[in-house]
């Protein structure tokens, strides 16, 4: 007898994997320290979810409040002061993120990859034409990039160098970055792309 | 005997693993925990198969290239005995497939970011799944040490700049001391001063 179960690309039934792989997970970064440019990197896939989506600060805070994530998540203040932990934002602070901080955004980020990925896919894809290609990617850098402008130090020779990058090479791997992060394998490479070992 | 199949789908792969469950290990008639067949159907590419060994050898290659690519650091990926490769190719990825019969010649796989994402996707799906008591030997994802980072990252190439910037400011400043500064005149008053403190006490 040949029983076949066909599995849906989006099925969420991994719970009982979940807990015990965070177990796992816990002991793997025991003696590792958040690295350095990890707030920029958040804060950079943050914007990027914010340029797919439209009003997608509202989205974050209430998928947040679905997945049952920590306080910081409960306004768009305390949201906007872990961002603001970038070095390369206009109004730094001068603070730095703790791993429960980084856990909760790797969390929300690869939730939102995932609901945002075949848009992401769409962006990434090359067998569809060039022309709406192009278009697709015109939208996209010049949405990313007018919020780079609002948010960003100008003054910052990297920013600069974004903004005048007409490959859109570093949005290229922002994006791809984004669809390696989807469900939980994506989540654990996103969070273990954040740490260093000490 | 049961055989169970499953698949897993995205956009444009297909991965499909046949087997059955291991009744002495302890498994359910729904879990897998002996693989006998996966088949891997990428769009535009010849269906792919083989065995458990060969299943491992991909996964392990090709989730340590996309940890690597996640951390910034564009890298070939080798497998043991080179079974599978994979590395950039241009702004794509290169899967390079050996066949372990002799006389077949290896394959060519090149994937674009999103066929490189939907696989990645099918092979998270898969190890994640607990419908499987299958220990693929997939490496953990650890982080990795800063100077490993440092050594391989294709952004620190880029900090090149900065000892340029270095070289230029040693090589200017050490033309600089070369120029001659006319402080003889200085000198001079100076010398005309202390006589005249001298003469004053005389």
């Known amino acids: ?41 958040l804060d950079f896939l943050i914007l990027v979810i914010e340029t797919l989506q439209i009003n997608a600060t509202d989205t974050l805070l209430l998928k947040a409040k679905n997945i049952g994530l920590s306080d910081d998540f409960s306004s768009r203040v305390k949201f906007w002061k872990m961002r603001i932990s970038n070095p390369l934002r206009t109004s ?34 090359s067998k569809e034409s060039s022309t709406l290609n192009q278009e697709r990617w015109f939208l ?59 | 005997m049961i055989n169970l199949s499953y698949r897993f789908e995205q956009n444009s792969c297909s991965l499909q693993l046949a087997g059955m469950p291991d009744v002495s290990n302890g ?65 794509k990825h290169k899967l390079l497939l050996n066949s372990t019969r002799d006389g077949v010649k290896p394959l060519e796989i090149i994937l674009d970011d999103s066929e490189f994402s ?6 998270d799906l898969l190890r994640y799944d607990s419908r499987f008591n299958i220990n693929w030997e997939k490496d953990k994802d650890i982080p990795f040490t800063k100077r490993y980072i440092n050594q391989n990252s294709s952004k620190s190439k880029r900090n090149i700049n900065i000892i340029y910037a270095f070289i230029v400011f040693i090589a200017t400043g050490s033309l600089l001391l070369l120029v001659p500064i006319k402080n003889n005149n200085e000198l001079k008053m100076n010398n005309n001063k202390s006589t005249d403190i001298s003469e004053i006490n005389k």
């Open chain 1, 92 to 125: 730094y602070a001068f603070t730095s993120l703790t791993s429960d901080q980084v856990d909760s955004l790797v969390k929300l980020i690869s939730s939102m990859a995932e609901s945002l990925y075949p848009l992401i896919r769409q962006l990434l894809s």
């Open chain 2, 118 to 123: 939907d696989l990645i996707r099918c092979f």
């Open chain 2, 27 to 91: 498994d359910s008639i729904d879990t897998i925990g002996i693989l006998s067949s996966w088949t891997l159907k990428i769009i535009g590419f010849p269906l792919l198969e083989g065995e458990k060994e060969h299943l491992d050898n991909l996964m392990q290659v090709v989730l340590q290239y996309s940890r690597l690519y996640i951390s910034g650091i564009r890298k070939k990926v080798v497998s043991s005995k080179n079974v599978v490769a994979i590395f950039p190719f241009g702004k």
């Open chain 1, 140 to 198: 996209f850098s010049s949405r990313l990039k007018s919020l780079i402008r609002e948010r960003m130090n100008l003054q910052r020779s990297y920013i600069t160098s974004l903004l005048n990058d007409d490959t859109n090479e570093i949005f290229r791997e922002l994006l791809v970055t984004l669809s390696l992060s989807c469900g939980p394998g994506g989540s654990n490479r996103l969070k273990a792309s954040l740490y260093r070992q000490s």
């Open chain 1, 1 to 41: 007898m040949k029983t076949s179960y066909l599995v849906a690309s989006n099925r969420i039934d991994l719970d009982n994997v979940t807990i015990s792989n965070n177990k796992t997970l816990q002991s793997t970064y025991v003696n590792c320290v958040i690295a350095n440019d990890a707030p920029k990197k």
